[in-house]
């Protein structure tokens, strides 16, 4: 059993069987997942982006969890729902840890979790996105509500305070 | 002199040799020397676990109960019947005779045009 740290995948090039080849169903059920594609060109880049966003809004797997998937390349910060780092350095530092193998107590830890990796698993990735999404809107659309009604409430004890005097 | 100190020190560990540990054996559950001394990943093991403690409980519990009884719909409808009684209550205060608004209003068009009244 391994230490759920990054595993470095590095994408070939951007033809469609060599990016298949590492989109895995579960692939990042187990442990993080960089995939590598700083050293194709910007046009393939952009296309293994792409493609990389439609595989996982086919709703089978999250790129968040149980274990995030990151895509390596110096286009930035892209609008999708992949995180892009410029670098591997940026990687989070969290799952950022020296290969080893674990002790007894290690493996059993391990072990618990991947109970939980499992449960993870288990839910609809396409469902968990939606109700999330909707929970902030509503979060967001309340805010502006909450802000418009303190203005006026604000503005009426001025009137109310003028009023007196 | 040495000798027998060693010959007496034997004899007071005779029985217990089974329990006394050699140096460099490791027992199971202890941590590994060396690179993992300080247990960094025994620790990043468990917060590790918190984390994916966290994801369980948000997918599913908490992501369930916000399917099935949503209570953004009926905040929102209540902020906004809330925000339209506000409103009429300020355009109430402002449209009322001697109001500030009234009066400001009355101060700039009086110097426009000079007093109606």
């Given amino acids: ?165 | 002199m040495s000798d027998k100190k060693k010959a007496a020190s034997s004899d007071d560990l005779k029985g217990f040799e089974e329990l006394i540990q050699p140096p460099n054996q490791q027992r199971p559950g202890e941590i590994t020397p060396g690179k993992n001394a300080g247990g960094e990943h025994f620790t990043f093991l468990l917060q590790d676990g918190d984390r994916l403690q966290s994801i369980v409980a948000l997918v599913s519990d908490k992501v369930p109960m916000l399917r099935k009884f949503s209570q953004g719909e009926k905040l929102l409808e209540s902020q906004t019947r809330t925000n339209a009684r506000l409103r009429a209550e300020l355009f109430a205060a402002l449209d009322a005779e001697g109001a500030p608004l009234q009066r400001s209003m009355a101060e700039v068009f009086d110097g426009f045009f000079g007093k109606t009244r």
């Fill in chain 1, 1 to 165: 059993m391994n230490l759920p740290i990054y595993q470095m995948v590095t994408v070939k090039s951007a033809l469609l069987e060599d990016v298949t080849e590492v989109l895995v169903n579960g692939m990042n059920q187990h442990r993080p997942v960089a995939l590598v594609i700083d050293h194709l060109t910007r046009d393939d880049q952009r296309e293994i982006i792409g493609l990389v966003e439609n595989w996982f809004s086919e709703g089978l797997n999250s790129p968040r969890y149980p274990y995030p998937v990151y895509l390596v390349s110096p286009l930035g910060e892209a609008l999708g729902q992949v995180p892009v780092v410029a670098n591997v350095k940026a990687l989070p530092a969290f799952f950022r840890k020296k290969e080893g193998k674990p002790n007894v107590r290690e493996t059993q830890l391990i072990t618990r979790n991947r109970i939980m990796q499992q449960e993870v698993r288990n839910s609809d990735p396409l469902q968990v996105d939606a109700t999330l999404l909707r929970y902030g809107l509503h979060h967001r659309q309340l805010w502006r509500l909450v802000e418009e009604g303190a203005f006026y409430e604000r503005l009426l004890a001025r009137l109310r305070q003028k009023g007196q005097a």
